[in-house]
């Protein structure tokens, strides 16, 4: 007999405790994004990055970046979490391929070039041009928009956790902003 009652409308999130079974026993999916201004010829003038508290209360730097949920296809987990983390208003430009510039590895140990103690993941990095007003949100403090040069420093890679300066780079270069 089946039982009737209101369908899940998340059937793709897991309870606390599922995801850190599933954290401690496989690689998660994610999609990174780095925000960007482009002129009328489509170069990137711009590059936001956000920063935000870390769960250790220290203030750092980061990119766009979440979960991809069970049945959901990595442009709608991209503009999921581009509007989560700069609002509804950004107007994301979301790339006519989902072709990534890169696919980062995180590990839970030092010595990989990307780390997340939480986890191993797997992340698949876009540039996104956003052409709106961003807005912050969820775990954001602020969203800093910075030249690319600016954005490539020693000193923004210092203030980026896990590795995601070298991304950042990686994302700057390959849309040929990489000085």
Not at 11 to 40: F, K, M, N, Q
Not at 55 to 66: D, E, M, N, Q, Y
Not at 119 to 139: E, N, W
């Amino acid at each position: 007999m089946s039982s009737v009652g209101t369908p899940d409308p998340n059937p793709g999130w897991l309870s606390e405790e599922e995801l850190a079974t599933a954290r401690s026993r496989l690689p998660l999916l994610y999609v990174e994004a780095v925000p960007v201004r482009v002129d009328g010829l489509g170069q990137v003038t711009q590059v936001g990055v956000l920063l935000r508290a870390n769960s250790a209360g220290a203030i750092t730097r980061t990119l766009v970046s979440g979960r991809v949920m069970h049945g959901e296809t990595l442009r709608d987990a991209l503009f999921r979490h581009l509007e989560k983390d700069l609002g509804p208003m950004a107007f994301p430009q979301l790339p006519a391929s989902i072709v990534p510039f890169s696919v980062a590895e995180y590990f839970p140990f030092p010595g990989a070039q990307y780390t997340d103690d939480r986890q191993h993941a797997v992340s698949l990095a876009y540039v996104v041009p956003v052409t709106g007003t961003c807005d912050p949100r969820q775990d954001a403090l602020e969203l800093t928009w910075m030249s690319p040069i600016e954005a490539a420093s020693d000193a923004i890679a210092a203030e980026m956790e896990g590795g995601r300066g070298a991304l950042l780079r990686a994302g700057l270069a390959s849309v040929g902003r990489l000085f």
